[in-house]
């Protein structure tokens, strides 16, 4: 089957938990500068995990264009996906109303986790329907970015419980990392 119709179901939901954050910032009952305060660590936790939406949003968008359709497998491996990116705007909440405590940046960071860990299944589904001499399959390799972000997430949980601002700045580090245009899919694609 075409691919088209996976797009655009995962554009709208990306679209749908984006919306939901945003309308979780609730307003200031005062009317100066410092009614704000209070809402700076809800507003930190909403830039990076936008940050992160708009990431997979990418991705997402550069993994499709490689492949020419889909199957029943890769449909279920996409719904991983968002079922795990879905559950962004709550941890996001959760961590910015409780001041990045360490058991939300714990789950933030598990959520982190299980949307990388499902990006990956994904990646590997697409891989597997389309063969290992595909252009995706030669566009990721080995993929040392999923994997390397796989890593600092497992770190990073646990050491919520020791330092919730160390886990956060590991967070941090894979966003800016991925962040860095990653040409491997456009440079195979061009080829």
Not at 24 to 50: C, M, N, Q, T, W
Not at 91 to 101: D, H, P, Q
Not at 165 to 183: H, N, S, T
């Amino acid at each position: 089957m075409g691919k088209g119709r996976l797009e655009a179901f995962s554009d709208g939901v990306i679209a749908i938990i984006i919306t939901i954050m945003v309308l979780e910032i609730k307003v200031p009952h005062g009317f100066d500068l410092a009614a704000l305060r209070p809402l700076i660590p809800v507003f930190l936790s909403y830039v990076l995990s936008f940050i992160f939406l708009g990431i997979y949003w990418n991705n997402h968008h550069h993994l499709l264009q490689a492949v020419r359709h889909v199957n029943g497998r890769i449909l279920w491996a996409n719904l991983h996906l968002l079922f795990w990116l879905s559950l962004i705007p709550f941890v996001t909440g959760w961590m910015g109303e409780n001041n990045f405590a360490a058991m939300p940046v714990a789950l933030y960071g598990t959520v982190l986790l299980l949307s990388a860990l499902a990006y990956f299944i994904l990646t590997r589904a697409l891989i597997s329907h389309h063969g290992s001499d595909s252009t995706l399959a030669i566009a990721v390799g080995r993929d040392f970015k999923g994997k390397i972000s796989l890593v600092l997430y497992a770190v990073a949980i646990p050491l919520a419980f020791v330092n919730s601002w160390f886990a956060c700045i590991l967070y941090v580090l894979v966003a800016v990392m991925w962040l860095i245009p990653d040409r491997r899919i456009e440079n195979t694609l061009a080829r």
